[in-house]
């Protein structure tokens, strides 16, 4: 049974830093791509990143390019976001979700990620 797992949400001050962890279960992360997506209240979900199966590639929506860093470690079966220069407007409900043999395309979307977790939030404010 895959199981993805967020934690590392909380309430942060403007310009601070969080990291998220996605623990995985029931699946190799050497053949599942995963992305970080997040719901502001009252909007749709977005893409925030993605890395591929291999490793090879990541990619950022431009809303966090240069602040956020996704990375992997296989071993430990964990996918980390660190976020930095945190902004109000980063104030969501932070989801890894994961897709196999996904290649993280610079587009990210969410229709090919069919394993979610159940979420954690992030506060950023005064």
């Known amino acids: 049974q895959l199981q993805l797992v967020e934690s590392g949400g909380g309430l942060v001050q403007p310009g601070g830093s969080l990291r998220l962890s996605c623990a995985t279960s029931?699946?190799?992360?050497?053949?599942?791509?995963v992305g970080w997506f997040r719901q502001a209240p009252g909007k749709e979900r977005e893409a925030v990143s993605c890395?591929?199966?291999?490793?090879?590639?990541?990619n950022y929506a431009d809303s966090v390019k240069g602040r956020f860093t996704m990375s992997r470690d296989v071993a430990k079966n964990t996918v980390y976001l660190q976020m930095n220069s945190l902004r109000p407007e980063d104030t969501a409900v932070y989801y890894c979700?994961?897709?196999?043999?996904?290649?993280?395309?610079?587009?990210?979307?969410?229709?090919?990620?069919?394993?979610w977790g159940q979420g954690t939030l992030v506060t950023v404010s005064s």
């Open positions: 890395i591929s199966s291999s490793g090879g590639s990541t």
């Open positions: 029931g699946f190799s992360l050497g053949y599942y791509g």
């Open positions: 979700a994961a897709e196999y043999l996904g290649g993280c395309p610079r587009s990210i979307t969410l229709q090919p990620f069919n394993y």
